[in-house]
């Protein structure tokens, strides 16, 4: 079973940006999701690296702001999100899946990374 | 984008109960259609996958039905580490999460 960390809390500025990182360990790294939670709400899938193809897919809310990359050297992803507000204050999950989609799921989830954007 | 919609959004239920979630997909997706459970201060957690396929380490007291665009969660016998929050979610047309359905201690 995969397992993952990610990198530690931040604070930001409105307008900067984060990047978050999270490295998995004891599995293989073929897909590997970002999925993000404001307090008391629900998840919102962000985009998806998928290092076998060289490809990344993103939820079209967040396209042009947001670079998902993954080092296979490392087995560590990144998830970069530019141009934040407040409303991206949020607890950002890594989460990796088995298989490609279509068929696939969510088997291993990293710990969680809090951004606050606050001025 | 698919949109999901779970039904109820909160439930009550004691203990020992049986409860079903229903989660719908805007159009069809196949058996591509997941169940995640998190409790507060946690990363959610795989339940179900592939519609119905319990994933390794889940109680059988939880199980899943379901394709094109409708699908449920059961659980059977309803056990105190079981009230949480429960997400769908599909993996048909890239990612989507459903709303969330609380399920709390009545």
């Known amino acids: 079973q995969v397992q993952l960390v990610q990198s530690g809390a931040e604070v930001k500025r409105p307008g900067s940006s984060v990047k978050v990182s999270c490295k998995a360990s004891?599995?293989?790294?073929?897909?590997v999701s970002w999925v993000r939670q404001a307090a008391g709400q629900g998840l919102e899938w962000m985009g998806g690296?998928?290092?076998?193809?060289?490809?990344?897919t993103y939820a079209q809310h967040f396209r042009g702001r947001v670079t998902i990359t993954a080092d296979e050297s490392t087995t560590t992803a990144y998830m970069e999100l530019s141009s934040l507000t407040s409303a991206d204050t949020a607890m950002y999950y890594c989460?990796?899946?088995?298989?490609?989609?279509?068929?696939?799921?969510?088997?291993?989830w990293g710990q969680g990374t809090l951004v606050t954007v606050s001025s | 984008d698919i949109q999901m919609t779970q039904s109820p959004s909160s439930l009550s239920a004691s203990e020992g109960d049986r409860v079903t979630i229903t989660c719908r997909a805007s159009?069809?997706?196949?058996?591509?259609l997941n169940w995640y459970q998190q409790k507060p201060g946690k990363a959610p957690k795989l339940l179900i996958y592939?519609?119905?396929r319990l994933q390794s380490g889940v109680p059988s007291r939880f199980s899943g039905s379901g394709s094109g665009t409708d699908f449920t969660l059961t659980i059977s016998g309803l056990q105190p580490e079981d009230f949480a929050t429960y997400y769908c979610?599909?993996?048909?047309?890239?990612?989507?999460f459903g709303q969330g359905t609380k399920l709390e201690i009545k």
């Open positions: 989460a990796t899946a088995p298989r490609l989609p279509p068929d696939t799921w969510f088997d291993a």
């Open positions: 690296v998928y290092p076998i193809f060289g490809s990344t």
């Open positions: 159009q069809s997706i196949s058996t591509y």
């Open positions: 004891g599995g293989t790294f073929s897909s």
């Open positions: 592939d519609a119905s």
């Open positions: 979610q599909q993996t048909y047309s890239l990612v989507g």
